[in-house]
């Protein structure tokens, strides 16, 4: 069996088999990984005195080589209009991220970061205004649900990987963070809680199907038209929406979840009846609902040029009232968190 690297191990983010081999290769018995596990993520304790079922001398040889925290929570922000708040934590080597906790009636909904930055680079996204510049380790995707669970007055009942970064583009480390705060030993929130946003990448949305961990999906799609998507997503210059579809009808018949398309509404760009019959055709492909968005700002950090013609649509109410007329489920995503830039499409770390 290979020695441990005695170099400062971070335990937040290991899976309950990495835990195995790392207490197996300390020379401890099996059964202590999943003591360990609980505690970090059922329990979620910061402090290896607090881990009172392992030996004194075991919490002393924990403390020697391996690290708790991940995150440093810098600053909190709470919504005066609707309760939103909005998290700024430091990362271990300076950099930052923001999470965003929602609450809502019947749910209470935090918005994970899986980069710092993004690098797809979405017109209408303050985030990408960033640039990239890394992916978020598990335990730092982890962190984020434990951190604020703390600081939440009540339990965190669903999480969407829909902060900053394209979490398709992290997968390894997204899939591991799933597993840990799925599990029953661990955050315990069920897979059908947790939903993953993509601006549709082909592979990794079958490679997701292949996992098997039967989350949620929703598409970043705001419109049908290849070359107005090609303005607002540079990615859509090299993917075709109809190569999207297909993996995204992929993943319906592997895990059985209705498809959600997320849909910001641009003033007489995506707001007309051509698009409305565009998308009552597209529901008839693979079943799904729509999440309608009302287009926030994002001039504070972006200058493109195509924002002097990104305006939020007027047709709202209309365009959702003839989607409905035709049978297709549709919500109307609230702008809660506006008023602290913590609204779809506003996270970004300005001065970095």
């Not at 209470?108 to 380790?137: E, H, W, Y």
């Not at 993509?198 to 419109?223: M, N, Q, R």
């Amino acid at each position: 069996m290979e020695t441990i690297n005695k170099a400062n191990i971070s335990l937040k983010g290991l899976t309950l088999p990495e835990l195995e081999n790392l207490v197996m290769e300390l020379g401890w018995e099996k059964f202590r990984a999943k003591q360990i596990f609980k505690w970090l993520y059922n329990k979620q304790v910061d402090d290896y005195e607090q881990m009172t079922d392992l030996p004194k001398s075991y919490r002393e040889e924990l403390s020697q080589i391996a690290q708790i925290n991940e995150l440093k929570l810098l600053t909190f922000e709470k919504s005066n209009c609707d309760g939103t708040v909005k998290f700024l934590f430091q990362l271990k080597d300076g950099e930052k991220i923001e999470s965003v906790l929602i609450p809502d009636e019947s749910r209470l909904t935090l918005c994970v970061s899986t980069q710092v930055g993004c690098p797809i680079d979405c017109k209408f996204c303050a985030t990408g205004a960033m640039g990239f510049r890394r992916n978020l380790t598990a335990g730092e995707i982890v962190d984020q649900v434990i951190q604020a669970q703390k600081l939440a007055q009540r339990r965190i009942t669903n999480i969407v990987f829909m902060g900053m970064g394209e979490p398709l583009l992290n997968l390894k480390n997204l899939l591991k963070a799933i597993d840990i705060i799925t599990s029953d030993d661990g955050i315990r929130i069920g897979a059908r809680k947790l939903t993953v946003s993509t601006v549709g990448l082909p592979d990794k949305i079958k490679e997701l199907a292949d996992s098997d961990k039967k989350v949620k999906i929703a598409l970043s799609l705001h419109t049908l038209d290849e070359n107005l998507r090609a303005k607002l997503i540079p990615l859509a210059k090299k993917v075709s929406i109809q190569s999207i579809i297909e993996a995204l009808k992929y993943y319906y018949d592997k895990i059985g979840l209705r498809i959600t398309y997320e849909y910001i509404l641009f003033d007489g760009l995506n707001d007309r009846d051509e698009d409305v019959r565009k998308l009552v055709e597209l529901a008839k492909v693979i079943p799904c609902k729509i999440n309608i968005i009302q287009f926030h700002p994002v001039d504070f950090i972006r200058k493109d040029p195509i924002l002097k013609i990104l305006k939020p649509s007027k047709k709202l109410d209309e365009f959702v009232q003839k989607l409905r007329e035709n049978n297709l489920t549709v919500f109307v995503r609230s702008n809660a968190g506006e008023d602290i830039k913590a609204a779809c499409g506003q996270l970004a770390i300005l001065n970095q």
